[in-house]
């Protein structure tokens, strides 16, 4: 997991609305619903049967870990080495780990597939920019200064 420095700005999966949010926060509430979002990476170690998983950082699947949902949402990445079988939504790049096994359709802007990689079922999209995050990275940008 990359460290982030400072504020950072991040959208609410919920509403689509903007905000900063605090180097170190964890989940916070969206100040425009009112309702709870993650905002950390969320680390999959062993199977977690979902629904729906969103944060605002990245997906990581470990090695033993296996995400059954059926939807990802993960704003900053997806990252697999176990299992995900899911309909992911990414706005950040997705890599697929040499033993990983997938199941599911990807928008992403970009998927990286190690050899090795098993991939079960689904479709591939990569747009250029798959939940519109370009203006959100703009303007962590103008944070960093």
Known sequence: MAKRLG??????????????????????????CHKPVIVEDVVVKNYKP?????????LIVQR??????ETVEAHLGV??????????LSGGPVV??????????CRAPSVTMKAG?????????????PLSMAQLHAENAKLKG
């Open 79 to 88: 990252e697999v080495t176990g299992a995900l079988h899911a309909n992911v």
């Open 7 to 32: 504020p950072r700005t991040v959208e609410c999966y919920l509403c689509r609305h903007h905000f900063q949010v605090g180097s170190k926060a964890m989940s916070v509430s969206c100040p425009n």
């Open 96 to 105: 697929i780990g040499a033993k990983a096994e997938w199941k599911g359709d």
């Open 64 to 69: 033993n870990g296996r995400v059954s949902a």
């Open 117 to 129: 990689a098993r991939v079960l079922a689904g479709q591939f999209n990569i747009p250029e920019d």
């Open 50 to 58: 979902v629904k729906m998983l969103q944060t605002c950082g990245k």
